[in-house]
Nanobody, 129 residues
Framework: QVQPVESGGGSVQAGGSLRLSCAASAYIYSDNCMGWFRQGPGKEREGVAI????????YYADSGKGRFTISQDNAKNTVYLQMDSLKPEDTAMYYC??????????????????????WGQGTQVTVSA
């Protein structure tokens, strides 16, 4: 299976934490940009955070700055999104995606670059007030 597989979503109260996981095949994980995106009810999909698995560089969109941390485990071909101090406005379907591995990617520009070819099914995060 080439598509990433997310897990770890759920329902929490405001102020709580969740850690999302994204398992990927070596083909799309190795030395590539992996990212977390989200789509809230009635909203467009937005980027949250990106990591370059070849060296660990990270980039956070405004939606992910300060409270979210993206990390990786190369032994498991897995990317994580640690979400702390969750707010009701963080309620969304969270998607993991991999950039096209045959294209160069930069964590700084990837959010605004076409090439996110591999998407997971998503995992729901619901934050109650």
């Amino acid at each position: 299976q080439v598509q990433p597989v997310e897990s770890g979503g759920g329902s929490v109260q405001a102020g709580g934490s969740l850690r999302l996981s994204c398992a990927a095949s070596a083909y799309i994980y190795s030395d590539n940009c992996m990212g977390w995106f989200r789509q809230g009810p009635g909203k467009e999909r937005e980027g949250v955070a990106i990591i370059y698995t070849g060296g660990g560089s990270t980039y956070y969109a405004d939606s992910g700055k300060g409270r979210f941390t993206i990390s990786q485990d190369n032994a498991k071909n897995t990317v994580y999104l640690q979400m702390d101090s969750l707010k009701p406005e963080d309620t969304a379907m969270y998607y993991c995606a991999a950039f096209n591995p045959v294209l160069p990617c930069s964590v700084v520009t990837a959010l605004h670059t076409a090439g996110w070819n591999y998407w997971g099914q998503g995992t729901q995060v619901t934050v109650s007030a």
